[in-house]
């Protein structure tokens, strides 16, 4: 299998600022970001401590952003690589402004929202590089392109073009020529993006569940091997790790399932 690779020291993501040296505890190997969704600064931290040696990263979204803001996101955090998961959507210049605001907390990844066009792309991509003009290491920025909670018959209900993977095609194309580093999008798609979108292009991936474990919310899934297999370089996994009973055993039966 060819490696897309997590997280290399000295990569596009990890050169310079305080935190770099987060970056040498996400190996190569290790593409598992552990989906954090909670709003619990208590649970959170908990769940951070028993999982961060196993994974390769920690997701955190709005709902844990918004609840307790970013000193909260930094403690809990620690020295292990981050996930910072927004995804923003507005005019370009309140967007950028945002991708200055978090600059500071050196997050791994942000992600925005393709839906915004282009320029609202090119103004986050343009902030991050700014950012890490002032020496703040140089966070990975995203796109959201078709949310794994919807489906063909979603898209339609609010005037988008089907099927799935057709606009996911189109968005991950655009925030390309946008100046992004990559792109959110469901297993489904990851065969098809890599091919549109040659190895550099990161493909950060959700919607992954280990063989036997509950769906939830996820219309379009897949396991973790399934998903590295086709392309996928950041595995995004939530309540198969945080809802086990032991999560460090689940996160280590995952990546024990990677082979790693």
């Known amino acids: 299998m060819e ?3 997590a997280v290399t020291t000295g990569s596009k993501g990890c050169r310079g600022g305080s935190r770099a040296v987060a970056c040498r505890a996400m190996t190569k190997t290790n593409p598992i970001l552990c989906a954090i ?3 619990d600064a208590a649970a959170a931290s908990l769940l951070a401590g028993a999982v961060g ?3 390769g990263g920690l997701k955190l979204g709005l709902e844990f952003f918004l609840a ?3 000193a909260m996101v930094r403690k809990v955090a620690g020295t292990t690589p981050f996930f910072l998961d927004l995804k923003l959507h507005d005019i370009p210049n309140t967007v950028a402004g945002a ?3 978090v600059a500071p907390l050196e997050p791994l990844l942000l992600t925005i929202h393709c839906g915004g066009g282009k320029a609202m792309m090119a103004a986050a991509a343009n902030a991050a590089e700014e950012a890490a003009s002032r020496g703040l290491r140089r966070m990975q920025i ?9 489906n063909d018959a979603d898209l339609s209900s609010v005037g988008q073009a089907g099927p799935t993977l057709d606009q996911a095609r189109r968005l991950a194309a655009l925030a390309r020529e946008a100046g992004l580093d990559g792109v959110v999008c469901s297993p489904h798609e990851v065969a098809a993006l890599r091919r549109d979108n040659g190895p550099e292009f990161r493909l950060v991936v959700p919607g992954i569940r280990p063989a036997g474990a509950a769906a939830d919310d996820q219309k379009r899934k897949m396991t973790p091997r399934q998903a590295r297999e086709a392309g996928a370089d950041y595995l995004v996994i ?3 790790i945080t809802g086990a009973a032991d999560p460090a055993a689940a996160a280590r039966a995952i990546a024990a ?3 790693l």
Do not use: A, C, K
Not at 142 to 150: A, K, M
């Open 99 to 101: 991708v200055r605001s």
């Open 3 to 5: 490696d897309h690779g």
């Open 142 to 150: 995203v796109g959201v392109t078709v949310l794994t909670s919807l």
């Open 53 to 55: 040696d196993h994974v």
């Open 37 to 39: 969704d909670t709003g």
């Open 68 to 70: 307790n803001g970013p």
């Open 238 to 240: 939530g309540r198969p």
């Open 257 to 259: 399932e990677l082979g």
